[in-house]
């Protein structure tokens, strides 16, 4: 894979500081691994849908933080002794998945149903972030 150096833009564009760490961050190596499998799912213009496959986790075992614009969701297991496994393909491990969310991006729920966590987010966007059409003589603004 090949490593680009965002370090000369930096010089040249005001303000897209963060937009370059994301863009540094994800170019780096994922360290979370693959474990819980996802998805993200666009179910209109301003929702969205994480479903995480966390079998064997209760709901008392997993955790969902909002902090900023970022979604923290970690699934701690309690830990049985006594069991001797012969074979044990099923991952029963605890684990931390980070998800990177954009401007005005908020949790609205989670539910838990058949193994599958689903995370439901909204895109609210501010009415003065709105597009609004401005008159050309200045006089007045069109809402639109």
């Known amino acids: 894979m090949r490593n680009v150096d965002f370090s000369p833009l930096y010089r040249n564009a005001i303000g897209f500081d963060r937009l370059f760490n994301l863009m540094e961050a994800s170019n780096a190596k994922n360290t979370q691994g693959g474990y819980p499998p996802y998805n993200i799912e666009q179910q209109d213009e301003n929702n969205y849908r994480i479903t995480m496959a966390v079998a064997g986790f209760a709901e008392d075992q997993i955790d969902i933080t909002q902090k900023e614009n970022m979604l923290i969701v970690r699934g701690e297991r309690k830990a049985e002794e006594g069991k001797n496994y ?40 501010p009415d003065a972030m709105q597009p609004r059409k401005i008159a050309i003589n200045g006089k007045s603004i069109i809402e639109s």
């Open 86 to 125: 012969v074979y044990q393909g099923i991952a029963e491990r605890d684990f931390e998945r980070k998800f990177q969310l954009a401007d005005y991006v908020k949790v609205i729920g989670a539910t838990m149903e058949n193994g599958l966590l689903h995370v439901e987010l909204e895109r609210e966007i």
